[in-house]
């Protein structure tokens, strides 16, 4: 694996001789960030003369070699060939047929997908659902949500063919990647039970306004008032955790308060019981540890990329150069910071995570 960093297309040529030196590049994994996006029609087009295959996203931040950047394009080689795949997730009931239809393409001993997905597709969900129905357990899953801090829906996914908006690329391939997932926030609060949605909307927990229920427990346990702070500086210390069997937390971002009704960035099934969480540098920071270890394991694994939350860097703001130091080791340290995290290994089911640090080597 090599990575390049680009501040500008400017620095583009350079890349693509370099690219072409090395005779073991089988793909490329393309990251942008937001402030970088309008290059990305022109990236694609002088990519493609490499032929080779690609796929990549735009997202709020990427990490070159342990230093965070907010405007930029990072270019990942990767030694083994990538067969990805466009899903449109414009039409709920149209993903299915499109997730049968790629999983019977695919080769049979492929064992790895990357999944770059529109953060704020409705459906994307049910994208990762229909994956886990086909593929199984035995797969390896790893990538995130892509898109803008503005919370406004761009086109955020691509690979050879174009860019797209409210959509997903899938990047399959033979290889063994190791993964790492946690987070450090733990339950403030007793088991709450979600019994009203709306999408992405929490609308009741226990049958009382999720909205009061949220608020008060919050600022009971912050001796804060969100009218003091602002809703999301607030919040942002406070998430939502879902409690799965075996006692695993997945943990849900809540954003901001629409229409009395608790927006989340990923969606909380009616049923589900939640619980609110907190945490603090340490218990975070720990996280990312325990993610460092659970990838590492007892293997020699030279590359390391990351796929972390952008939200842990809201709150750990310049603190989160401590999080890049304990993730990379004694390695250089590339990654995303998404709106979203995906990972899944033969251990775990498939999950869509918020605020959580998913580590990858190989």
């Not at 089988?26 to 970088?36: A, P, R, W, Y």
């Not at 295959?53 to 997202?59: A, D, Q, S």
């Not at 690329?169 to 993964?179: G, R, W, Y």
Request: aromatic share 10%; net charge negative; charged share 20%.
């Amino acid at each position: 694996m090599s990575s390049y960093y680009l501040k500008s297309l400017l620095d583009l040529k350079g890349t693509i001789q370099s690219i072409q030196n090395h005779a073991f590049t089988q793909s490329l994994m393309v990251c942008v960030t937001d402030k970088s996006c309008d290059s990305v029609i022109t990236l694609i087009d002088e990519l493609n003369t490499l032929d080779l295959p690609f796929f990549g996203g735009i997202f709020p931040e990427i990490i070159f070699e342990n230093k965070r950047k907010q405007e930029g394009i990072l270019i990942i080689t990767l030694d083994y060939k990538v067969d990805n795949y466009l899903v449109n997730l414009d039409d709920e009931a149209k993903i299915g047929n499109q997730i049968e239809l790629i999983c019977d393409a695919i080769d049979q001993n492929a064992n790895t997908t990357w999944i770059f997905v529109d953060c704020f597709s409705s459906n994307k969900t049910i994208l990762i659902e229909s994956l886990y129905q086909n593929l199984g357990y035995t797969f390896t899953y790893v990538g995130g949500g892509a898109g803008s801090l503005s919370f406004e829906q761009i086109p955020a996914v691509f690979n050879n063919t174009g860019i797209y908006k409210n959509a997903a690329v899938l990047a399959f391939a033979t290889t063994h990647l190791s993964l790492g997932v946690a987070h450090g926030w733990s339950p403030i609060s007793d088991k709450l039970k979600v019994t009203k949605t709306n999408g992405n909307s929490i609308i009741s927990f226990d049958w009382k306004p999720a909205v009061e229920v949220y608020t008060s427990i919050v600022e009971k346990h912050a001796k804060s008032k969100f009218d003091d702070k602002g809703f999301f500086e607030l919040a942002k210390s406070y998430p939502l955790g879902m409690v799965k069997v075996g006692g695993d937390i997945i943990v849900r971002d809540p954003i901001l308060i629409k229409d009395n009704e608790l927006v989340i960035v990923d969606r909380v099934n009616e049923g589900e019981f939640v619980q609110i969480l907190n945490g603090d540098m340490n218990s975070l920071l720990e996280g990312a540890k325990n993610a460092k270890f659970l990838a590492h394991g007892n293997q020699n694994n030279k590359n390391v990329f990351c796929i972390d939350c952008i939200s842990r860097v809201l709150y750990m703001n310049d603190d989160f150069q401590e999080e890049i130091d304990i993730i990379r080791g004694n390695h250089s340290l590339n990654g995303v910071l998404t709106i979203g995290e995906i990972a899944s290994n033969s251990q775990t089911f498939l999950e869509i995570y918020n605020k959580t640090t998913v580590v990858i080597t190989w």
